[in-house]
């Protein structure tokens, strides 16, 4: 009884993506959701909608930059309106879901090793790699790349403010791949000597624009007008039924422009971390269900809501 | 071949002269081949032509020989020949005439219709064959008991007598004539519509000349002017076929029709709601005939009522969509079913799907697109949208927004008068300006563009009212952000990438004068063919005077001058107007007359999809590219 009073879908949530370091944001959300319902044990359909839906919600305002987060929790709603009637027996139906919740949640997994499977054609002797921002996907293709005796080189980007463009030149030669790390405000200076961009996602929007750490859309734009490919690496379940015309639209933990004064340096330069790349700045999508042009991410997501 | 030395051989003497013929007698025989010299024949290598040329000549010689077996010297044979020739010759000419006769009528039709018909649209129905189709069938159904269809066409006598009054141009007639029609069709229909449908009959009629001539099978009332529309065999054949049909078209429908093509019923989502409720009595009241049953003939029976639709005008896509959608529910209906039932489920049914499809749309594109609009933002739309309408106020009303609506609007319809005025009386900040002043508007920090739509096609493209296009390419330059809000009903199968090959044209006169009062009156048609007849009317009063009295002509011309002294250089420029006592005329007034000038006004364009940053549809919101998508994936319910 205490530990169902006790439970805190943050805290789990915390808690799944400090355990394991390849979980990304929207997995541990739908292990922690799935967490949520064994431990509450609801006794209703209406119960168990309600109880996610709460969950979900507290979940995202809590957490900041919560895009990806938010792909989860689409998804495992998704996933339990669509079972909950599959079977009239009630305690069948909750032990189907929580298998399959952990089912969906182990293939997730799996779906890291496919892109970098689908992705390697991308990749060619010679190649010279921009990438920014630290993405777990972007990062298992270019070792798998590298594993399959490719021969490329990358240059990293520092990715301000956070310090993630070093975590993933670390990365990098601890797999032997030749790298450079730049300063972020160098991206147009190096880009015509770059044969193609990788980028990760937070969240892939509905028009197929990208969400993804600030600084994406500015090295895009510049992939663009050098007419360099800007290809990016993402899982499927990061798609989110988010139809963003600009960065205004994103849900962000702090204000894009604050002018009000501040003291510490620090604070002056900690703005928002999330940016939003429109789809005509993108090439296309190499994710774990094949190879997508921007379009077809609203088709996907079509599918996955409507069918 | 093998015959001819034989033949040689009994009359060897002879062969020279007839062998010298040959050519002759073979031209005559077939004037249409040209004639081989024999000689060559021989000579060059035998082609497979030249070969059957051969076998003419040697044909033609044998039978000359023939002839002259029996009696006939070599003289009467060439006599005979050339009296052949020369018929065969004659004959020729006379059909070279005709033919050009032909062409030339052809020619002047064509010459007729080009005035009226741009090139570029030729394709496209033209209000005014419309007006015919509608006036023909119209009178047709709303006076069943006067009209006849007679060896020489369809007689209706109401509007007939009417015509052989209109001949008399007298202002004491004018009146008489325009009251007779009206009460006898009165009498005639019982349909609501008939007394409105009459008077502008009788407008039509009244405008045409003297003589009227009776195409078969078309009906006489159709005036002089809009029977050149008719010339064209298509129509005139589709429009005996709808005349045959006439029996089955239901009254609700007719009156439906009416008031699509006065444009009383505009918009895709009203006339497509307005069509279901008409089906919906028309399903009521419909009984199976014997020996067939429901599911087959119900279909039958409403593509007379659709057709009959069509002739007001083209069908929208929302319309054609809904149809099929019907059709495909009529199909799934068990024979087995009592008619009653089956009835009574299919009212049901297209009640919900007006709901469902239109109405809860609407509602989900509402809330969703609301999410979209920051407080304190300001939106331009364009011309008149019921579902933009409805979002502005949900969001300035419920959410307690506050916006900056900037309504544009354009010539000649004013629609966006309507929007503005509905928003006005509602407290909302609304900017009213026309399509000119585009430049200014995105200048003055516009947030977003909302659109409304007539249809999105399955490659992208946003099918809305004409000038669309413009307001997103300009919202695009200045990198605003365009918005389309649009029902999953509005998504078509068709695939079109410019506007030319599929539109449809409005009534040119609309662009003519422009009148301030009452832009949607125009509309209708009546006003303008009534004050055609009254300037007409006055015209050839004033010549008649003229003639008659030469004493009178001289004071109006005193008259003349004296208006021409005060109005100076101005009075001069319409100084015919001025003597007739008219107005001051338009410019354009008489561009019909122009053979040079053609005047387009076409309802609709294309906004490619690069232009469309996303269309808010009930099932969310979507990239344009997505349409195919949505078609593919409900393909059953759309």
């Not at chain 2, 502008?200 to 009776?214: D, F, K, Q």
């Amino acid at each position: 009884m205490s530990e169902t009073d006790n439970f805190n879908i943050t805290e789990t949530y915390l808690k799944f993506l400090e355990e394991d370091s390849e979980m990304t944001m929207p997995i541990a959300a739908i292990e922690a959701l799935v967490t949520l319902v064994r431990v509450k044990n609801p006794t209703t359909a209406a119960e168990v909608i309600n109880l996610i839906k709460s969950a979900a919600q507290d979940l995202v305002q809590s957490i900041p930059n919560s895009v990806s987060l938010r792909a989860g929790c689409d998804i495992f709603m998704r996933f339990v309106l669509r079972n909950l009637h599959l079977y009239g027996d009630w305690e069948s139906t909750k032990q189907h879901l929580i298998e399959n919740g952990q089912l969906f949640v182990s293939r997730a997994k799996m779906s890291r090793e496919k892109i970098a499977e689908i992705g390697i054609d991308f990749i060619s002797d010679d190649d010279i790699i921009l990438v920014h921002g630290f993405s777990r996907a972007v990062a298992s293709l270019l070792a798998h790349a590298a594993n399959n005796f490719i021969r490329f080189r990358c240059i990293v980007t520092e990715a301000r403010p956070t310090s993630q463009g070093k975590q993933l030149y670390e990365f990098l030669q601890e797999k032997g791949i030749p790298v450079t790390l730049i300063v972020d405000s160098a991206v147009g200076l190096i880009i015509d000597k770059v044969n193609k961009v990788f980028v990760g996602a937070e969240g892939v929007a509905e028009s197929g624009g990208v969400i993804n750490r600030v600084g994406t859309y500015s090295v895009s734009v510049l992939a663009h007008n050098a007419k360099k490919p800007f290809y990016v690496v993402t899982e499927s379940h990061k798609f989110v039924r988010m139809f963003p015309l600009a960065a205004d639209d994103l849900p962000m933990d702090r204000k894009i422009l604050d002018f009000s004064k501040i003291d510490s340096e620090a604070s002056l330069l900690s703005g928002p971390t999330i940016d939003y790349t429109a789809q005509e700045y993108i090439t296309a999508l190499i994710t774990d269900l094949g190879v997508l042009t921007p379009s077809a991410v609203s088709e996907e997501l079509i599918k996955m809501w409507y069918d | 071949m093998s015959e001819t030395p034989k033949d040689a051989s009994q009359t060897a003497n002879k062969k020279p002269e007839a062998a010298a013929q040959a050519p002759e007698a073979a031209k005559a025989a077939s004037p249409a081949a040209p004639a081989a010299p024999a000689g060559d024949a021989g000579a060059k290598k035998l082609s497979n032509k030249e070969l059957k040329e051969l076998k003419k000549q040697e044909k033609a010689a044998k039978r000359a020989a023939k002839k002259q077996a029996s009696g006939i010297t070599v003289e009467q044979q060439q006599v005979q020949a050339q009296a052949k020739r020369e018929k065969k010759q004659q004959q020729r000419e006379k059909q070279v005439q005709e033919q050009k006769k032909k062409e030339e009528k052809k020619r002047k039709l064509l010459d007729n219709k080009a005035t009226k018909k741009t090139s570029l649209f030729s394709h496209l129905e033209t209000t005014d064959e419309r007006r015919a189709t509608l006036l023909a069938i119209g009178s047709a159904l709303n006076s069943p008991r006067a009209s006849r269809i007679t060896a020489a066409g369809l007689m209706v006598p109401v509007v007939a007598s009417a015509l052989s009054g209109a001949q008399v141009y007298t202002t004491s007639n004018f009146a008489s004539e325009l009251t007779t029609p009206k009460d006898s069709s009165a009498d005639a229909a019982a349909a609501a519509n008939t007394v409105d449908l009459a008077k502008s009959l009788a407008n039509i009629s009244l405008e045409s000349t003297n003589e009227t001539n009776i195409v078969p099978g078309v009906s006489s009332i159709i005036p002089h002017a809009l029977e050149k529309s008719l010339e064209t065999p298509q129509l005139v054949q589709s429009i005996k076929e709808m005349l045959i049909n006439k029996d089955f078209i239901h009254p609700v429908i007719s009156s439906l029709t009416f008031n699509l093509a006065i444009y009383k019923i505009v918009g895709s989502i009203p006339r497509c709601m307005a069509m279901l409720e008409a089906f919906q009595i028309v399903i009521r009241d419909y009984q199976t005939p014997k020996g067939t049953t429901l599911s087959r003939n119900l279909t039958n029976y409403l593509s007379h009522q659709i057709d009959l639709l069509k002739r007001a005008r083209p069908l929208s896509v929302t319309m054609g969509n809904a149809i099929r959608w019907l059709k495909q529910e009529i199909s799934l209906i068990d024979p087995s079913t009592p008619d009653h039932e089956a009835k009574k489920d299919l009212c049901e049914k297209i009640g919900l799907f007006a709901k469902e499809k239109i109405e809860l749309a609407d509602q989900l594109i509402i809330e969703n697109a609301s999410n979209q609009i920051e407080d304190g933002s300001t939106i331009v739309t364009y011309g008149s949208s019921k579902v933009l309408t409805d979002l502005i106020l949900h969001n300035t009303q419920v959410l307690h927004k506050k916006l900056e609506v900037v309504v544009v609007d354009s010539r000649p319809l004013f629609e966006g008068k309507k929007m503005a005025t509905t928003l006005r009386e509602n407290g909302v900040n609304v900017v009213y300006t026309l399509i000119t002043s585009l430049d200014t508007v995105f200048n003055m920090g516009v947030d977003y563009v909302f659109l409304g739509a007539h249809s999105i096609l399955s490659n992208g493209f946003l099918y809305s009212r004409a000038g669309t296009a413009m307001i997103a390419m300009s919202a695009k330059r200045r990198n605003i952000p365009v918005l389309v809000c649009c029902e999953s009903l509005k998504f078509s199968q068709r695939v079109q990438l410019d506007s030319v090959t599929y539109n449809e044209l409005a009534d040119p006169n609309d662009l003519v004068p422009i009148d301030f009062e009452s832009p949607m009156e125009r509309r209708s048609n009546k006003g303008i063919l009534l004050k055609q007849f009254v300037k007409e009317r006055h015209e050839t009063k004033v010549q008649l005077a003229k003639e008659n009295a030469p004493k009178g002509n001289k004071q109006q011309q005193q008259q003349h001058k004296n208006a021409k002294d005060k109005n100076s250089k101005a009075a001069d420029a319409s100084s015919q107007a001025d003597a007739q006592g008219d107005q001051a005329s338009h410019v354009l007034d008489d561009w019909q007359k122009l053979a040079s000038l053609n005047i387009v006004n076409i309802l609709y364009d294309l906004t490619p999809p690069e232009y469309i940053n996303k269309v808010i549809t009930e099932f969310g919101a979507l990239p344009p590219s997505s349409v195919p998508v949505i078609l593919r994936e409900y393909k059953g319910s759309a």
